[in-house]
């Protein structure tokens, strides 16, 4: 008797085709589940780093604009000048707008920079025993010449250092001054900017601008307002209006390092002291934006 067995030695070419086009699609679909992941991924970590970048800009900001005045705002009120400026703020003013062009600036003076210390006890004198090098080296480093001192019975008196004996030890000053204890510290007093070059928010001092930093980058815009009382704002303050500023409101708006192929921002973005709006329509596409903005009192001008 014969028996016929019967043998299964592989696929079917159907079977075949059905398991490659099931491995395409479920390879697809998990690429497409990879690539929403990762730009998602990217986008949550761009708009981190614009809230990181903006919130670290806009705290060394305040620590500026908050110390506006400091060595210098009753010096400016009595006639004392600091390279020929008679203010310790200059404000600039430019439009709000989605291209970017015109992003305001401001010009602050204060005493910013700790040189050095009293080391001798003065009285009516024009002459400091101090043991810093970095300060009044003569009339012709403007930079270095302008100092203030704290404590000090006028506190918002700068003076000018028109020399020294050489070392730094003996200053000379532009005039008389009276009880400043030893230990008192010296303060260098400067004009520093905000401004926005090529997208980027740099400070510096004016007299010093070797020494410019940048604070955040992809700026798309900056805008201050003014006011010497919270409630009315002015963004372009006369000088005699700007010696009485007692607050400046500050407006940051950043987009993403990093563009995203197919995004086009639809927020509106708006300045809070006035209501004038950026449609985000109207701004370069791909771009992630974020603002922030704080209100500054100026504690030392109140």
């Given amino acids: 008797m014969e028996i016929t067995k019967s043998k299964r030695n592989g696929y079917t070419l159907v079977e075949l085709l059905v398991v490659v086009v099931m491995f395409s699609i479920l390879s697809a679909a998990a690429y497409e589940l990879f ?29 500026d604009i908050s110390h506006t005045g400091f060595g210098c705002t009753d010096s400016f009120a009595i006639g004392q000048t600091i390279n020929g400026t008679a203010e310790f703020i200059i404000p600039s003013d430019k439009s709000f707008s989605a291209n970017a062009a015109t992003p305001d600036s401001i010009i602050i003076a204060y005493g910013y920079k700790h040189v050095g210390t009293i080391t001798s006890e003065a009285n009516a004198t024009n002459l400091l025993i101090a043991d810093a090098t970095d300060i009044a080296p003569g009339t012709g480093d403007n930079y270095r010449k302008y100092i203030s001192f704290f404590p000090y019975t006028d506190p918002n008196s700068f003076f000018v250092g028109t020399g020294n004996n050489g070392n730094g ?28 070059d090529n997208g ?97 009192w100026l504690r030392n001008v109140l």
């Fill in 169 to 196: 030890t003996t200053i000379t000053l532009d005039r008389n001054i009276e009880n400043i204890r030893s230990g008192a510290k010296i303060f260098r007093v400067t004009q520093i900017e905000y401004y926005v």
């Fill in 35 to 63: 690539t929403n992941q990762s730009r998602i991924n990217r986008t949550q970590q761009n708009f981190v780093e614009m809230q990181s970048n903006a919130r670290a800009a806009l705290q060394s900001i305040i620590q």
């Fill in 200 to 296: 980027e928010l740099r400070v510096r001092p004016v007299l010093n601008p070797g020494e410019a930093e940048t604070l955040v980058y992809d700026v798309q815009d900056f805008q201050l307002a003014y006011s010497d009382d919270g409630d009315a704002w002015d963004e372009s303050p006369s000088v005699n209006e700007a010696k009485n500023v007692k607050v400046i409101w500050t407006y940051l708006l950043l987009r993403s390092r990093e563009r995203e192929p197919g995004f086009q921002e639809s927020r509106v973005f708006t300045l809070p002291w006035n209501g004038v709006s950026i449609q985000g329509q109207d701004l370069t596409p791909g771009f992630h934006y974020y603002e922030i903005h704080s209100q500054i």
